[in-house]
């Protein structure tokens, strides 16, 4: 098992739209979890870090089940803007993050 | 403030040859991190520092690559000699707390081997 996975897509949505990424991990001893956005040829960039019990970020909302081993990422009335690729990353046991090869969203007028 | 700055953005080779990446952290941060990223792999770390000292190389790929801090504020990654296979974008990042908490990434030094 992949220590992260995550369905690369590509998932295309109208303005509007609500979208929601999964990710899960393998490492059960994992006890950091984040969102990177990263643009078109450009550097990862933290979105939000996710907390035990769910955090919200405006139009973002994240969530963990730690008995699944499981992450979510919801994003609701999706914006052009909103078009990038969704990193989920974990911390490791060794001291530092794994990153999911990541989810890609487009979002079409 | 000044972001994590790596030069150069763009590197074009031809096999066989030394190619030198560069990172100059944000200041104050004491972890630094060189990560590689292509489509196949998505994003592998290949080693970090912490207060200018190796702490994990176990993804450098191999011998070719090495990499050094001399200073909180510089590190390099460099591979020799370099072959078609390590075409893909090299991101520095840095952090102030550790390896898990957030990480800052540079722009990225975009290399081609032909």
């Known amino acids: 098992r992949k220590e992260v996975e995550q369905d690369p897509g590509p998932f295309n949505v109208p303005e509007g739209a609500t979208v929601a990424f999964n990710c899960t991990y393998s490492?059960?001893?994992?006890?950091?979890f984040f969102w990177y956005r990263q643009d078109c040829r450009k550097e990862p960039k933290l979105l939000m870090s996710?907390?035990?019990s769910g955090n919200e970020d405006g139009r973002f909302t994240a969530q963990l089940n730690r008995a699944s081993q499981y992450i979510s990422l919801l994003i609701r009335d999706s914006k052009l803007s909103d078009s990038a690729t969704y990193l989920c990353?974990?911390?490791?046991?060794?001291?530092?993050?794994?990153f999911g090869k990541g989810t890609k969203l487009s979002v079409k007028p | 403030d000044a972001g994590v700055i790596q030069s150069p953005r763009h590197e074009v080779t031809e096999m066989g040859q030394e190619v030198t990446l560069r990172c100059k952290p944000i200041?104050?941060?004491?972890?630094l991190f060189w990560y590689r990223q292509t489509m196949m792999r998505g994003l592998e770390l290949l080693i970090y520092?912490?207060?200018?000292?190796?702490?994990?190389d176990s993804g450098m790929p191999e011998d070719r690559f090495s990499a050094k801090m001399p200073n909180a504020s510089f590190s390099t990654l460099k591979i020799q000699p370099s072959e078609p296979r390590d075409s893909a974008v090299y991101f520095c990042?840095?952090?102030?707390?550790?390896?898990?908490?957030?990480?800052?990434f540079g722009p990225g030094t975009r290399l081609t081997v032909t």
């Open positions: 990353v974990v911390n490791s046991g060794t001291g530092n993050l794994i």
């Open positions: 520092f912490n207060n200018n000292v190796p702490i994990d």
């Open positions: 996710v907390y035990s």
């Open positions: 200041s104050g941060h004491d972890y």
């Open positions: 490492n059960s001893a994992s006890q950091s």
């Open positions: 990042a840095s952090s102030p707390y550790g390896g898990t908490y957030e990480q800052y």
